[in-house]
């Protein structure tokens, strides 16, 4: 009886379904629930990652449970650490729901504490980054046009690429980012300013003839839909320039910061970013308050008052 079910533990991964197969059909099942096209690569670049660094993963519950704490187990950020675990254990738990694996090892793990990296670009260096794209190019005027466009309505990296001209609405100065596009699945209209609407408006007057309606606003010079590493490249050439290291999400958090400094409300913001809930935008109030506190303890009159009181006021010793 012992070798019956040790028999039956190795074989909790059924032979009939390779990890290849279960990935395809897993990513039909999130398609269905119309799950971003991004994110859907992700899983596929994740769940591919693990499996192809550990080859024989798939062949045992026990090879895919030691395999896994292995993965896991590796020096990473928290972040990292975080990503993998949810994109592997989402995989899992469906898996095992088809019965394509007997159990999944990394169902009660945890997430580890990651504070989110929310940078803090200082104004100056945002005009120099302005001045740095090329816009007598097309990938600099395009360039230039995404900054501009997170800059002035904190759109998601994500949401941007995949944008059509016909989300742009110029005449009402606003961008319409679809359902099936953002993050949270609901659609949310943002207003744009009169330097990003002219902007804009010059980068689809420079696309070639041949792009039609379906070439996303801000894609590759050959028309296909850029991603986060294409565009995180193209910022590290202009960090370069400038000594200050800016990632995609680094001007989202800018325009965030900004906009909580600019005496904009929270639930204000909430909307503008689309996030469902407070969590982060509470982040962003509390950083902008505490630089609030920064520049008072500079700029208070009472500063100034203070220094000449204490010249001033002579205490005298009782006797």
Not at 9 to 19: E, F, L, P, Y
Not at 65 to 79: H, K, N, V
């Amino acid at each position: 009886m012992g070798g019956v079910f040790v028999l039956a533990r190795i074989k909790a991964v059924k032979a009939d379904h390779s990890w290849e197969s279960a990935l395809g059909r897993f990513l039909e099942y999130k398609r269905a629930e119309s799950l971003a096209e991004q994110t859907q690569n992700d899983y596929t670049q994740h769940v591919s990652r693990f499996m192809k660094r550990y080859p024989n993963a798939w062949s045992t519950s026990d090879r895919l449970a030691e395999a896994a704490f292995e993965y896991l187990a590796e020096d990473i950020a928290p972040s990292t650490y975080n990503n993998r675990l949810v994109y592997l254990r989402t995989f899992f738990n469906w898996c095992v729901e088809r019965g394509i694996i007997g159990s999944n090892p990394i169902a009660n793990i945890k997430k580890r504490k990651a504070d989110p990296r929310i940078v803090n670009i200082d104004e100056k260096i945002l005009r120099e980054l302005l001045k740095l794209p090329d816009q007598d190019k097309y990938t600099g005027l395009r360039d230039y046009c995404l900054i501009l466009i997170t800059l002035d309505c904190g759109i998601r990296p994500s949401e941007a690429f995949r944008l059509l001209p016909v989300d742009f609405r110029e005449k009402a100065a606003e961008i319409c980012i679809p359902a099936k596009i953002a993050k949270a699945r609901k659609s949310r209209t943002l207003p744009l300013s009169g330097m990003t609407v002219r902007a804009i408006r010059k980068l689809l007057l420079a696309r070639p003839d041949e792009w039609g309606p379906d070439t996303p606003i801000f894609c590759t010079y050959e028309g296909r839909q850029m991603n986060r590493h294409t565009w995180g490249d193209r910022l590290e050439l202009y960090s370069e320039q400038l000594g200050f290291r800016i990632r995609p999400y680094d001007l989202r958090h800018a325009f965030s910061l900004e906009y909580i400094r600019s005496g904009a409300g929270a639930f204000g913001l909430q909307k503008m970013l689309g996030h469902g809930g407070m969590e982060m935008t509470r982040r962003y109030v509390a950083l902008a308050n505490e630089d609030l506190k920064v520049e008072h303890a500079k700029a208070s009159p009472l500063n100034k008052l203070a220094a000449v009181t204490k010249r001033n006021t002579i205490i005298k010793k009782r006797k």
